[in-house]
């Protein structure tokens, strides 16, 4: 991407074991350092000294099924399959374009939400927590 481009919400998808999620709607990483307070009686001041990071993501989307022999996504009943079976799995968080930033790690899905209203798409929303390094990186 040229610098001073902006990255469109539209294209930034996660992946999971390299597949996107079918319908997604939403997604989202954040990344929380630890810190250790110290203070003492010749402080006026708390110092704060970072430690170890972790990370979570999200994503919702629109309840279908994956169409049959694909490939290239997962659905939500994929997703949920992997949560009840305790798979640690591979995410990547970037708009596929080569040279462009990408972010990823491995993740354990550790809520899964389903949703249905009387007028309207079901949706399903999914909670990650990262296990291990992100790294950051490039897509080739």
Not at 47 to 74: E, H, M, Q, R, W
């Amino acid at each position: 991407m040229a610098a001073g481009e902006f990255y469109k919400g539209k294209f930034l998808r996660l992946k999971f074991e390299g597949k996107t999620l079918f319908h997604a709607t939403t997604c989202s990483l954040s990344i929380a350092t630890d810190t250790d307070e110290i203070a003492s009686k010749d402080t006026n001041g708390k110092i704060f000294d970072p430690g170890n990071y972790s990370g979570s993501l999200s994503t919702d989307c629109l309840l279908a099924d994956k169409p049959d022999g694909s490939t290239t996504v997962v659905d939500a009943f994929d997703l949920m399959a992997f949560q009840l079976a305790n798979t640690k799995l591979t995410w990547e968080f970037s708009n596929g374009v080569a040279g462009d930033r990408l972010i990823s790690g491995e993740t354990y899905l550790i809520n899964s939400d389903f949703s249905a209203e009387t007028n309207g798409i079901a949706t399903g929303s999914f909670s990650f927590q990262t296990s291990g390094d992100i790294i950051l990186g490039v897509s080739v």
